[in-house]
């Protein structure tokens, strides 16, 4: 059966929790689904764990010793913190936070589908699928961005990654080929040069950050 809310919203990064947090404060009640983690594409795999690698990387420049395992950790611990905040706030009345994947079944109802993994003390149990329906008036879709992974021949082997992954390797590459010279490509070129990689720059237009 179809439960009945207010809003529902599909995606939890600034769009989406920043929504939520209005409807909720002006009395409606908000259902919000995410796939992955609460925050969005930014805080967990875009601009915020970019810009500590980049702080750390301008200490590597100025001569100060960086240990990479140190940055990666670091990274990951402002992450987490801001992420715990955003899970709080998903946490105020009004708010129902689903975790699971969203996809339609008509222009007002959205169905989810979650992955329940078993309590700790349940040592043999396997996941469980869990189907929920959802039916609103209002439906936001703050879905965010993904990885493209490019046509290219050998770009699935195990040397090539993704700039997710990037961020959460754990040594530094001694070289380091990267393939578009947009902002998020120059980004990590620059970072990694600052930690000491020799860093090669693909590009198909004629400039960088065309």
Same mark, same amino acid.
């Given at each position: 059966?179809?439960?009945?809310?207010?809003?529902?919203?599909?995606?939890?990064?600034?769009?989406?929790?920043? &929504?939520?947090?209005? +409807?909720?404060?002006?009395?409606?009640?908000?259902?919000?689904?995410?796939?992955?983690?609460?925050?969005?594409?930014?805080?967990?795999?875009?601009? $915020?764990?970019?810009?500590?690698?980049?702080?750390?990387?301008?200490? +590597?420049?100025?001569?100060?010793?960086?240990?990479?395992?140190? @940055?990666?950790?670091?990274?990951?611990?402002?992450?987490? =913190? #801001?992420?715990?905040?955003?899970?709080?706030?998903?946490? =105020?009345?009004? $708010?129902?936070?689903?975790?699971?994947? +969203?996809?339609? #079944?008509?222009?007002?109802? @959205?169905?989810?589908?979650?992955?329940?993994?078993?309590?700790?003390?349940?040592?043999?149990?396997?996941?469980?699928?869990?189907? =929920?329906?959802?039916? &609103?008036?209002?439906?936001? /879709? &703050?879905?965010?961005?993904?990885?493209? /992974?490019?046509?290219?021949?050998? $770009?699935?082997?195990?040397?090539?990654?993704?700039?997710?992954?990037?961020?959460?390797?754990?040594?530094?590459?001694?070289?380091?080929? $990267? /393939?578009? +010279?947009?902002? /998020?490509?120059?980004?990590?070129?620059?970072?990694?040069?600052?930690?000491?990689?020799?860093?090669?720059?693909?590009?198909?237009?004629?400039?960088?950050?065309?």
């Amino acid at each position: 059966m179809s439960q009945k809310t207010d809003l529902l919203i599909i995606g939890s990064g600034p769009g989406g929790y920043r &929504a939520a947090e209005y +409807a909720a404060k002006n009395g409606l009640q908000v259902v919000i689904v995410e796939s992955a983690f609460a925050g969005g594409t930014c805080l967990n795999c875009g601009c $915020i764990p970019t810009k500590a690698f980049c702080h750390d990387a301008e200490l +590597a420049e100025l001569g100060k010793a960086v240990e990479f395992a140190k @940055v990666v950790e670091r990274k990951q611990q402002i992450v987490e =913190q #801001l992420r715990s905040g955003v899970e709080t706030l998903m946490k =105020q009345p009004g $708010i129902t936070f689903v975790h699971g994947h +969203a996809h339609f #079944l008509d222009a007002q109802t @959205v169905e989810v589908v979650s992955t329940v993994m078993p309590a700790e003390e349940e040592e043999w149990g396997e996941p469980e699928t869990v189907v =929920q329906q959802f039916t &609103a008036d209002n439906i936001i /879709i &703050a879905s965010g961005s993904r990885t493209k /992974i490019l046509p290219i021949p050998g $770009i699935t082997g195990p040397h090539c990654v993704t700039s997710t992954e990037l961020l959460d390797i754990q040594q530094v590459p001694s070289r380091l080929c $990267i /393939i578009g +010279a947009g902002v /998020i490509g120059m980004e990590f070129a620059s970072v990694f040069a600052s930690f000491g990689s020799e860093v090669t720059v693909v590009e198909y237009l004629k400039e960088c950050l065309p």
